[in-house]
C-alpha cells in the first residue's frame, strides 16, 4: 500500500550544492505535484506535472526545476542550493490535474541547506 | 498566491470536548479539502466538499461548505487523543491550484 513514495527522507546540503529530490507514485495517477511547507505557512505549489510529458510552473518556482520521467515518477532538482530553500518538500498526485480531484501525499523530504 | 486564513492557529482540549475551527479566502472557491498532518508525515484527505451548503461526515468528523463559497468548517465530536496533530484545509477557485491553510495544531489532553 505504498502510494506516494519520496526520496531521501532527510538531506543536509551545503550552500550552492545541487540535488534531485525523487517521487514515485503507484496508483496510475495522471497528475503529480511539488509543494514546500515552511512553518506557519500552508503548503505552497512549486510545480505540477497535469499529464505525463507536461510541466507548468506553480506558486513559487524560483530555483527549482522538475521532470516528469514517466507516468510514476515526477522528480524535483534545486541546480544550486540556497538556505531560503531549507523547507520540508511534499511530492503529491491526483487522478486528473488540476480539477477538484483530491491529492495524496507522501510523506515528505525534509531539507536543510547550510 | 492566495493563503487561506485558518482558524484558530492552535487548540489545547480535554478528551472528549468537542472541536470546531474554520477556514476563510476572499475568493470564491469550487471545492473544499479537509487535510490531517502528523508529525514527520505527509497530510491525509480526511473530508473532501464540492458544494455550497454540502454537509459531510466522516466519523466523528464533520465539514462544512460555506453558504457563501469563501469559507468551510471542521468539527470533532468526542475529542480522543489519536485526534493530535494539525489540520489543513485546501480550496480550489475554478480549474487552478489548491490553495492551503496555514493550519490548526490540536492538542488532545487526556
Known amino acids: 500500500n505504498a502510494g506516494v513514495t519520496q526520496t531521501p527522507k532527510f538531506q543536509v546540503l551545503k550552500t550552492g550544492q545541487s540535488m534531485t529530490l525523487q517521487c514515485a507514485q503507484d496508483m496510475n495517477h495522471n497528475s503529480m505535484y511539488w509543494y514546500r511547507q515552511d512553518p506557519g505557512m500552508g503548503l505552497r505549489l512549486i510545480y505540477y506535472s497535469a499529464s505525463e510529458g507536461t510541466t507548468d510552473k506553480g506558486e513559487v518556482p524560483n530555483g527549482y526545476n522538475v521532470s516528469r520521467l514517466n507516468k510514476r515518477e515526477f522528480s524535483l532538482r534545486l541546480e544550486s542550493a540556497a538556505p531560503s530553500q531549507t523547507s520540508v518538500y511534499f511530492c503529491?498526485?491526483?487522478?486528473?490535474?488540476?480539477?477538484?480531484?483530491?491529492?495524496?501525499f507522501g510523506d515528505g523530504t525534509r531539507l536543510s541547506i547550510l | 498566491g492566495q493563503q487561506l486564513n485558518q482558524s484558530p492557529q492552535s487548540m489545547f482540549i480535554q478528551e472528549g470536548e468537542d472541536v470546531s475551527m474554520n477556514c476563510t479566502s476572499s475568493s470564491i472557491f469550487n471545492t473544499w479539502l479537509w487535510y490531517k498532518q502528523d508529525p514527520g508525515e505527509g497530510p491525509v484527505l480526511l473530508i473532501a466538499l464540492y458544494k455550497a451548503g454540502e454537509l459531510t461526515s466522516n466519523g466523528r468528523l464533520t465539514a462544512q461548505f460555506g453558504i457563501t463559497r469563501k469559507d468551510s468548517f471542521l468539527n470533532i465530536s468526542a475529542s480522543i487523543p489519536s485526534d493530535v496533530g494539525i489540520y489543513f484545509c485546501a480550496g480550489q477557485e475554478g480549474s487552478n491550484q489548491f490553495y492551503f491553510g496555514t493550519g490548526t495544531s490540536l492538542t488532545v489532553i487526556p
Open positions: 503529491a498526485s491526483s487522478e486528473v490535474g488540476l480539477s477538484n480531484q483530491p491529492q495524496h
